[in-house]
């Protein structure tokens, strides 16, 4: 990489950071210190606003640098991401986002413990919740790894860990001096700045096949070395059953796992009223519609004009597919072009993976200080503020989500998050949805239906070949791979569901109907919802 490029990313990178921290000052002084600001920011967020904010949420790294780079590597498979992820947003939409709006206050906790015993119902959901936000957390740290270092020309292990200690301190510094108004305001302005850098670069693949999709396809097919089997399915999952049950995992967990992310769902929170909810979510529609529409075109056309060699040659993984693609369509490697578009671009992805890492931290931290520790320290004399534990939990979320970045540093980006959506699948999304509709649910069932995926989701990834047993796994050298797929939805999620019902058939816990009826109308109306 030239000095040309590290000395502009350098500035675009600086000038952003200096941009959000301006921001983050701003909101902190603008704070009165209460957890409905710290954790909503005020609900004062219009439904265009929230709608941005929403859409810079979900448009992670692993959209921009993962699932580009899985469809320029594998083609029509990569596309699976693109549509589990699109599908799963219409899930959000369709079951879960304005009823979960209407029930809660500030976390996913508070809609389930509205009719149950509160105690044991929050710290499972609360240790759920945390879990979830950490695995995405370490997939947008990767994502910051392989970007500067191929940015800068950093490619030392050293210089990648360093990058992910300094992603780690900035998201602890938005969050514990900013709250969500902070939050916010960075996902907005990072939202404008993805959506303006992808419908460039969008627009550049386009007309150099002069609008000609299908020689664009035929292009990419014909550099991947692939040949037909490029556009058509089972490249990278049709090699046998046992691959051919990883695709169906993955897909469960696409869809089904944004409904259980945590830092997803709290976006409903800051809006004034259910009505603001539900036009704030048709912005975020077209937003997040239209951005992986075209993804769909980087991942095609990065295969087609950079070449899967390049991108495997830059990183193992394929995450530095658009950045490399935007220094080609800009005029190459020694141009002027080339050199601004490139350090735009990957100034772009930075944004991106800092203002997910901002939100992320932002849910967890108010699991742990709205669920956990409001629920440990009950009767124990006063408590500290929950605010202050939040910004607290913050640092140590932080830690450990740097840690676990650089393990997992050689991984893709996307597949990172796929990990996570089945988690948030497997343990979040039973016990969200029988609170919401089952009448006759307990609190020993949707306890049950948190330890029931979550546990058995986690075991899973522990023995699959992610962790251990084969020359791309987290530890190569080791071999204790007893389950053979590499994503667990298809047997954690099952296991999540069956046994919130079976805890709920066991128990002696008289349902209460008065509550049920209670949650049932706030949540379909939105009287009486904070």
């Not at 386009?206 to 664009?216: M, P, T």
């Not at 050199?339 to 901002?358: C, M, N, S, W």
């Not at 742990?368 to 607290?392: F, I, Q, T």
Request: include cysteine; charge should be neutral.
């Amino acid at each position: 990489m030239t000095d040309d490029h590290q000395t502009l990313a350098l500035l675009l990178f600086s000038a952003f950071i200096a941009v959000t921290l301006a921001i983050t000052t701003w909101a902190s002084r603008n704070r009165h210190g209460s957890a409905e600001e710290f954790y909503a920011g005020g609900r004062l967020f219009s439904p265009m606003e929230n709608g941005f904010a929403i859409a810079g949420d979900y448009m992670s790294a692993a959209s921009f640098l993962g699932v580009t780079g899985l469809i320029a590597l594998f083609g029509y498979d990569g596309l699976l991401y693109v549509v589990g992820f699109l599908v799963a947003w219409l899930v959000v939409l369709f079951l879960v986002a304005e009823l979960v709006r209407n029930c809660g206050r500030f976390t996913l906790a508070d809609v389930v413990a509205a009719r149950m015993s509160e105690r044991p119902v929050r710290i499972a959901a609360g240790t759920s919740s945390v879990t979830v936000s950490v695995l995405y957390l370490v997939a947008q740290m990767v994502g910051a790894g392989s970007l500067v270092a191929l940015l800068l020309g950093g490619t030392s292990p050293a210089a990648r860990a360093w990058t992910v200690i300094g992603v780690g301190a900035l998201m602890v510094i938005y969050v514990s001096l900013g709250g969500m108004r902070a939050t916010t305001w960075i996902q907005i302005v990072k939202a404008v700045l993805l959506l303006a850098g992808t419908v460039a670069l969008t627009v550049l693949v386009l007309v150099r096949f002069h609008g000609d999709f299908d020689r664009l396809l035929l292009t990419a097919a014909g550099r991947s070395g692939h040949g037909d089997a490029f556009l058509a399915p089972g490249l990278a999952y049709g090699g046998d059953w046992t691959a051919r049950f990883d695709f169906i995992s993955l897909g469960l967990a696409l869809v089904l796992g944004t409904a259980g992310l945590p830092h997803i769902l709290s976006r409903f929170y800051t809006v004034p009223t259910a009505r603001a909810a539900r036009r704030s979510a048709l912005w975020s529609i077209g937003l997040i519609g239209g951005f992986y529409l075209m993804t769909i075109v980087l991942g095609f056309g990065a295969a087609a004009i950079v070449g899967p060699e390049a991108i495997r040659g830059a990183n193992a993984a394929g995450n530095t597919a658009v950045p490399l693609l935007a220094l080609d369509l800009g005029g190459g490697a020694n141009s002027t072009g080339g050199t601004i578009l490139f350090a735009i671009v990957g100034a772009v992805a930075f944004a991106t993976i800092l203002a997910v890492v901002a939100g992320i931290t932002l849910a967890s931290s108010a699991s742990v200080a709205h669920d956990l520790y409001a629920s440990l320290r009950r009767g124990r004399g006063k408590p500290r503020s929950e605010v202050a534990v939040a910004r607290v939990a913050s640092v140590g979320i932080g830690v450990v989500a740097i840690g676990l970045g650089l393990l997992a540093r050689d991984l893709n980006v996307a597949f990172l998050v796929g990990l996570a959506f089945a988690v948030a699948a497997s343990a979040n999304l039973p016990v969200l949805l029988y609170s919401l509709f089952w009448r006759g649910f307990t609190t020993r069932g949707a306890v049950w239906a948190v330890y029931g995926g979550l546990i058995p989701a986690l075991v899973l990834v522990v023995l699959s070949p992610v962790v251990s047993g084969s020359p791309e796994s987290l530890f190569p050298g080791v071999d204790f791979q007893y389950f053979p797929l590499q994503n667990p939805g298809l047997v954690s999620i099952p296991l999540g569901f069956l046994a919130g019902w079976l805890g709920t058939v066991t128990s002696d816990e008289v349902p209460d109907e008065a509550k049920h009826a209670e949650t049932e109308v706030r949540s379909l109306t939105g009287a009486g919802a904070a």
